[in-house]
């Protein structure tokens, strides 16, 4: 079974800068794609970015375009959010997730949920204004 542990959330202020890593452990880990979503309080889960495992196209939110950039180190099987000019509003939980097999319509470069199979607990990411 495969586990994704995430890493590096954190207390930063406004304009400054963090990097979240999501680890996958378990039996050898192969993905289609991945992603990162948050959850602020009272607020439902959006996307956030998302990577094609083998090509590493990326995808973003309009929010994040610009600011945050996600990567993925194949050897390590380790994927990364470099999050730039933080703002107060993207404080929130950050998760990674795995989509395990490819889908018609790719909707999970779309910011579809659905497709992803394999969540991490989460990081909490705060931004004081």
């Known amino acids: 079974q495969v586990h994704l542990i995430e890493s590096g959330g954190g207390l930063v202020q406004a304009g400054g800068s963090l990097r979240l890593s999501c680890a996958a452990s378990g039996r050898t880990f192969r993905a289609y794609a991945m992603g990162w979503f948050r959850q602020a309080p009272g607020k439902e889960r959006e996307f956030v970015a998302a990577i094609s495992w083998s090509e590493g196209n990326q995808y973003y939110a309009e929010s994040v375009m610009g600011r945050f950039t996600i990567t993925r180190d194949i050897a390590k099987a380790t994927l990364y959010l470099q999050m730039d000019i933080l703002k107060p509003e993207d404080t929130a939980v950050y998760s990674c997730?795995?989509?395990?097999?490819?889908?018609?319509?790719?909707?999970?470069?779309?910011?579809?949920?659905?497709?992803?199979?394999?969540w991490g607990q989460g990081t909490q990411v705060t931004v004081s204004s």
């Open positions: 997730a795995a989509v395990s097999w490819g889908e018609f319509g790719n909707t999970w470069s779309r910011g579809a949920s659905g497709p992803y199979d394999i």
